[in-house]
């Protein structure tokens, strides 16, 4: 008990009332081109959260969300059914990573990724997602199977999905918007 209070006290977490759903991303005009809002990101900033339980276990230095899990720090927001925190004491309590599991979203102003599982590094700055993931933005859509976002230079990286029983690969899919051309001729 005396950690879980540590964790509120050093203002590393937040808590607050379990929504229904995460909360809709603000509304914001997109363009081909965009560069993302993650680029740059502070990973140093606040994660707050809220989650129908958390249990804590100090020896391994862990706390396990489930149930209706939404974790922001700043612009990104992170939902599904479980996450575990690992964290680190010295002497102040420091979110390493979260792996989150149960239809896993990352959200930001400019893109949205899905995925079954999610690891975010705070240390590291990288996010990846795996299984069935889909990226999507306003100028286009990608499909694969891992995704790695680095949050310091904005590089994302798709590969794709494992083999199948049948032993065929899975590959990398997209598709990007077109922007019109005015003046061209037909």
């Not at 896993?104 to 700055?125: C, F, H, M, Q």
């Not at 999507?136 to 694969?144: A, L, N, P, S, V």
Request: glycine fraction near 10%; proline fraction near 5%.
């Amino acid at each position: 008990m005396t950690r879980f209070l540590l964790l509120i006290a050093t203002g590393t977490v937040a808590l607050g009332a379990a929504p229904a759903a995460a909360p809709a991303a603000p509304a914001r005009s997109c363009s081909a081109g965009q560069p993302s809002a993650l680029k740059g990101h502070n990973t140093n900033a606040p994660v707050d959260w809220t989650a129908n339980r958390m249990d804590v276990d100090d020896k391994a230095n862990r706390a396990v969300l489930t149930g209706n899990v939404v974790a922001t720090q700043g612009d990104l927001t992170l939902t599904a059914a479980r996450v575990t925190a690992a964290y680190v004491r010295n002497p102040d309590v420091h979110v390493e990573r979260l792996d989150a599991t149960g239809g896993v979203v990352v959200r930001s102003p400019s893109e949205t990724a899905r995925g079954e599982y999610g690891i975010y590094d705070l240390n590291r700055k990288l996010i990846t997602m795996v299984g069935n993931v889909v990226l999507t933005r306003c100028d286009g859509t990608i499909k694969g199977g891992r995704l790695v976002y680095d949050l310091d230079s904005g590089r994302v990286v798709m590969d794709a999905s494992a083999p199948t029983s049948s032993g065929q690969s899975g590959r990398v899919s997209g598709s990007f918007t077109v922007p019109r051309q005015s003046g061209t001729k037909s």
